[in-house]
């Protein structure tokens, strides 16, 4: 099993749609949770970071169930500008007590006129 | 603030030959990493060095791949002989600690013929 699984996409949704990602972990002892975005043949930016009571920014929201060991982003009133690659990243702390981001494999929107 | 630097942005080689990344992190970080990221897939962590300390290899090919950390500040990754496989982006990304956001540098996109 991945440690980090995000549904594969692409997703293809029309400007002003909401459209919701997930994502799963494997190690329930992580710490930290994050989602990143990526534009075609960019580098991963930070996108929000993900806490237990959730949060939101603007017209996206994050949510963490740890006793379900899952992540969520969803992203209302969708613009061609949110065509991106969104990847779901999870802190795991190793023997050494530092820790580590750990990728999913991404999930790709298209936001069509 | 400066952000990561990396060089060269891209590189072509031939396999079984050799080749080298440099990363100069944002200053101040102690915590370095090394991902791949192939075409289609989430960023792969190679090596995480915290300070000048490697605190995870584990997904290093340690038969073909080097990394070193000289005085905690930059950082040098190697590939020696190259495979075709090894065409990818290879991402250096540096945090405050191991378990904050991580900013990337632009990445060098590797092409091995």
């Known amino acids: 099993r991945k440690e980090v699984e995000q549904d594969p996409g692409p997703f293809n949704v029309p400007e002003g749609a909401t459209v919701a990602f997930n994502c799963t972990y494997s190690?329930?002892?992580?710490?930290?949770f994050f989602w990143y975005r990526q534009d075609c043949r960019k580098e991963p930016k930070l996108l929000m970071s993900?806490?237990?009571s959730g949060n939101e920014d603007g017209r996206f929201t994050a949510q963490l169930n740890r006793a379900s060991q899952y992540i969520s982003l969803l992203i209302r009133d969708s613009k061609l500008s949110d065509s991106a690659t969104y990847l779901c990243v999870v802190t795991e702390f190793g023997s050494s007590n530092t820790g580590k981001l750990i990728f999913g494999q991404g999930t790709t929107l298209q936001v069509k006129p | 603030e400066a952000g990561v630097a990396q060089s060269p942005r891209y590189k072509i080689i031939e396999k079984r030959q050799s080749v080298a990344f440099w990363c100069n992190p944002i200053s101040g970080h102690a915590t370095l990493y090394w991902y791949q990221q192939i075409l289609g897939q989430g960023p792969k962590l190679l090596i995480q060095f915290q300070n000048n300390g490697v605190v995870d290899d584990s997904q290093l090919p340690k038969d073909r791949f080097s990394a070193e950390r000289l005085k905690g500040v930059d950082s040098t990754l190697k590939i020696q002989p190259a495979k075709l496989e090894d065409s990818a982006v290879y991402l250096c990304a540096s945090s405050a600690a191991g378990y904050t956001e991580a900013f990337f540098g632009q990445g060098t996109r590797l092409t091995v013929v």
């Open positions: 190690n329930s002892a992580s710490q930290s």
């Open positions: 993900v806490y237990s």
